[in-house]
Structures are given as C-alpha cells and as structure tokens.
C-alpha cells in the first residue's frame, strides 16, 4: 500500500469573525490514492469547500486559522514547505475545476488569451519555457482534448459566445493545462442543464480514467457522487461522519446522517410520498 | 363542480430577435401551439431545460406576459378576459425558484405576507392574526413575522414564500423550480409541506421543474417542454417507464441516479457525445417532435 497522492490528516480549522471563533472542520481525514476517484459530499455549511480551499492554499488567513493537522501531498506536507514551493505544485501538479462557468472566465479576454496566461505562468512556476506559438498549438490541444469539435474557433471565442456547457469545458480544459496528477472538481456541472451536466460528467470521468488521473469530486448531489466517483467521505458540520466505497455507503450507510441524507433524495422510480408525516417539532 | 382547475389552448408566444438597429429579423418560438388541463387538487409538472419556454408558460398564467394566441381557463373563465383581472390574481399565485430574491430584504416577513392581502383589498382588521395563522400554515412561529429575510435560512425564507403565495387563499399555485436552491434535506420537508398544504386546502399545483426524480414523486401528471412543444405527456408513472420521446429519453438517460433500480429506468442511449447539439440535431429532433406530438393525453380519472 503505497502512500496516497493527497492526504489530509486531522485538519481543524476555525474561523474568526466580529471576535466570535466557530469551529468548522473538526479532525478531517481524507486520502485520496493516486488515479482514483474520491467524492466529498455535504450540504451547504457542511465545510466542503472550506476543506477544499484548505487544500489548495486558498483560505484567507485571517479569518481563517488551521489549528491542528497536516496536508500531504505526493509525501511533502503543503502547510509547513516554503510558500514559493507550494505556488509550484498548486495549478500544476494539482488543478482545480471550478463550479461556475458563467463568472470563473474573465469576460474581456479570449479563451486563447486566458488559457496561454494560464500555461505562461504554469511554466514559469516550473522553470519551463515555452514560446508563443507552442502555447497556442497547447491550447488548442487541450480544447480538443475535452472534446470541443473546433478548438481553433473557440480559442479565439470570448466567454460571452460560449453556452454554459462550453465554457465548463473550457474550465476543465484550463485544469488540464499543465498536465496536473490531482484534479479537484468543484460541483461541476451544477449551473447546467441536466443533459449538459451529463456529458460534462461523463467527459470528467473519461478523462480522469483515460490519463490516470486522480479526482477529489466535491458535490452536495448524491447521484454525482455515485456516477463519478468509487469511493466516498460523508461531511457533516465540519466532521466526515462516514466514509467507504460508494457502492457500499449507498447500500448500507451505517450513520445517521448518511442515512438521512440519502433518504431526502427522491427516486426516479418514484414510490415516494411527500406529506403527512406528522408535525414537526 | 368537476372540470379542470386550469386549462390552457393553443398558447402561442413569440418573442422578436431584433438586431443592433432595433429591425425585427426574426422570432424565437417560446411557446408552441401548448395545451394541458389541470383537474383539481392534482399536481402536474412541467419537465424541461433552460430555453424551452417553461417559465414563459409560467408567466403567460401569471398574467405577467401576454400571450400571442391561445387561450388559458382558470375555473372555467377565461383570464385574458379583461374584466376578471382582479379576481384572477386571487385564484393564482406563484412561489419563486430563489427565495433569497423574491423576497424584498427591507420587508420584515409580516409585510411580504401582508403585500397581497392589501393588494386584494382585504381588511386591516384582524390582519396580525391572519399573518400568524398563515406563518402557522407553513409551520413557522409567530414571531417570524417581525424578522427579516437575511435573518432566516433558505427553506425559511421558501416556506415565508409560500405563507405569501397563499395569503389570498388562492386555488391554483405555480410552482417555479420552488427546491432547486435548497438542500436535499431541506428540499424533502418543503415537498412534505407543500404536499399537506395541497390537501388540506385543496390545491391545484403547477409545478415547474428540471429535476424529473422529484417530478416523479410529486406529480400525477407531467409534460415534457421541449424547445416550446410539449413532445410527450401523460401520467408520471407511464412517461417516466415509457417514455416515447427521443428527448424525454435523453432527459431521463441523464439524470444522475443513486441506485441500481433507478439505473434500470434510465433508457440505454448515448448521451450526445462530446458535442453541444447543433441547430441541426436541434432542428432534427423538432421535426420528430412535430410527427409524434403528444402520443398520450393527460388522463382525467381520479
């Protein structure tokens, strides 16, 4: 048993506001093994996204404070190397995906544009140059990589001319740039369309097993977690509550709160009925 | 006494695509040819994407849009019957998809509820007790009525939504995606809400959504809205195992599932590959559309 790709252990983090402290991640652990696909689910306030944020070195520090634990990536822990080290890995060893393809592209550039902003820098980080015209037939690479049938076109495209559904592609696409091993999904899909989603999904999942990449899905909807992920962390006000295969959680959650999360998921095959079930308290 | 709660003929509405000049050159279908009845106390749900005209329908009912032909019915009368106006407000009122906008954040939750009453001409008197008795309704406290928007959370401020909605004790509600910015756990309790409160008072729902699980379990009846036509409609139980249409079965084929049963519904397509659909596949699909128009119309037993 090799030593996973990420790893989180024993992370609290409180944040401070007004002069109030609130604890909102209580000891997490999460691992995540190279080329595998780990979902991290929770409803809103849950700390997702503040575990995520953690992870990438994004948490605004003050008001944020990580009190206790580490966070291993590849074997080196991100919180204690050097801030220059850790700009290297992040945005190249690890990429992040984000959730909102209407406001993570800047409106008044290209996707050409942004996308060899993107790589430029990338490089840099990596002390790997690069000249203009490489940067461009990269782009346009990675564009047909996600599957876009003109990447010429949409290269030159701005955001605005782009559906929602194309530019989470392009999101996905800029993820790819640097050839990352950890791809952190941020509930991808969940401004789109169902059918939009679905393809969105399918191409992650494509692509994540295709190059052996290793996938951190964090989504509060239950059916993503089960289409694209094979192992599963349960989050609940701040503490992972549960965590297994997703096969197994899903047929037999052994936490409280898993089961009632999965329970307020209404079935396709219906057979649910809303109401009458007593007044609450 | 039976009859339909709503019916809608025909509707038709078009919007003009006018370019940088102000010239019309073109128009975009948002509503074709549709016709659905409601009977009432029954629940039927409108199913489709963003573009395929389900609020525009929403709007036209609400007497927010006029529509360019066609003829909506609500208890028989006609609503673009200028006279009843008023009392077509009465009879229809609609919930939201985002509580945290349809809610005027300088209102306290008392004044929202209290806008229709005084918008209806009801009486001052009495009104304290009516706004905590419709707070009661949607099974919030009384002293809600002297908070404000940013102090509750989002199935708070959907149900105080719905306390408004009801206030003018109306006969038909329209459901716009009323869940879809709400949490699972969340979302269960304001469908058990709304699914009591449609009992006990005898409502008749329109519901509005693109999530088809939910649909599933909440309507008896649904339509599937695709670029202005509804290409399959019916029962839920007989559209969601049989589905006719090509798009109900992209539609169905996509949705995300937790369980090997759901799974088993989902039609064994491929999902459209890689690709945006093109105007043509678009164009494709609403000739298909047009041929195989409503297979099964919405049956109107008990």
């Known amino acids: 048993m090799s030593f996973p790709l990420l790893k989180v252990r024993d992370l609290s983090v409180e944040f401070t506001t007004y002069g109030q402290t609130q604890q909102v991640l209580r000891n997490v652990n999460i691992e995540v093994p190279a080329r595998s696909q780990v979902a991290l689910v929770g409803e809103s306030g849950s700390g997702k996204t503040v575990t995520m944020k953690a992870i990438m070195g994004l948490l605004r520090q003050p008001p944020a404070r990580i009190t206790k634990g580490e966070i291993f990536y590849d074997g080196a822990d991100l919180l204690t190397m050097p801030a220059k080290e850790r700009l290297r890995l992040r945005g190249t060893a690890m990429s992040m995906v984000f959730q909102d393809p209407m406001s993570s592209l800047n409106p008044v550039f290209t996707i050409a544009d942004q996308m060899g902003t993107i790589l430029k820098y990338a490089d840099r980080r990596l002390g790997r140059g690069r000249s203009k015209k490489e940067r461009t037939a990269r782009v346009h690479e990675v564009l047909s990589q996600v599957r876009m049938r003109d990447p010429e076109r949409i290269a030159r495209a701005y955001p605005i001319e782009l559906s929602g559904g194309m530019r989470q592609r392009v999101l996905i696409a800029m993820a790819l740039l640097s050839e990352p091993d950890l791809l952190i999904a941020d509930e991808p899909g969940t401004a789109l369309d169902v059918t939009t989603q679905a393809q969105i999904l399918k191409l992650l999942k494509d692509l994540v097993e295709a190059r052996g990449l290793a996938l951190l899905m964090i989504t509060h909807n239950l059916g993503v977690v089960r289409e694209t992920s094979n192992y599963v962390y349960v989050m609940n006000k701040g503490v992972i509550v549960e965590h297994g295969e997703t096969a197994q959680i899903f047929d037999a959650p052994k936490d409280d709160y898993t089961r009632s999360l999965i329970d307020a998921v209404p079935r396709l095959t219906g057979g649910r009925r809303f109401g009458q079930q007593g007044v609450p308290a | ?302």
């Open chain 2, 1 to 302: 006494m039976s009859g339909p709660m709503l019916e809608i003929r025909n509707l038709c509405k078009a919007f003009p695509i006018r370019n940088a000049f102000g010239r019309r050159t073109g128009e975009v279908r948002a509503v074709d040819n549709v016709s659905f009845s409601i009977d009432k106390g029954k629940v039927y749900g409108l199913a489709g994407e963003s573009g395929s005209g389900k609020s525009t329908i929403a709007r036209i009912i609400m007497g927010l849009e006029r529509p360019d032909s066609g003829d909506i019915l609500i208890d028989g009368r006609s609503i673009t019957d200028s006279a009843s106006g008023h009392v077509h407000g009465r009879q229809v009122q609609m919930v939201f998809q985002n509580p945290g906008s349809s809610l005027n954040p300088r209102r306290t939750v008392g004044q929202s509820v209290a806008v229709p009453l005084d918008a209806h001409g009801y009486p001052r008197a009495g009104r304290q007790k009516r706004i905590e008795a419709l707070l009661d309704m949607v099974q919030l406290p009384a002293n809600f009525a002297q908070r404000y928007p940013h102090e509750l959370s989002g199935g708070q401020k959907q149900r105080v939504a719905i306390a408004r909605a009801l206030a003018v004790e109306p006969k038909l509600l329209v459901l716009d995606e009323p869940t879809s910015a709400l949490d699972v756990s969340v979302q269960a309790k304001v469908m058990d809400l709304l699914a009591d409160l449609g009992r006990e008072m005898d409502l008749t729902y329109l519901f509005i959504s693109h999530d088809l699980s939910l649909m599933r379990n909440f309507a008896s009846d649904v339509g599937v809205l695709y670029r202005g036509v509804i290409v399959e409609s019916g029962t839920s139980d007989a559209v969601f195992e049989h589905p006719a249409h090509d798009y109900t079965r992209l539609l169905l084929a996509s949705v995300p599932v937790i369980s090997k049963e759901e799974e088993a519904l989902r039609p064994c397509i491929p999902l459209i590959d890689g690709e945006i659909p093109t105007p043509e596949m678009l164009i494709a699909l609403r000739q298909q559309a047009v041929k195989q128009t409503i297979t099964n119309e919405v049956q109107t037993d008990d």
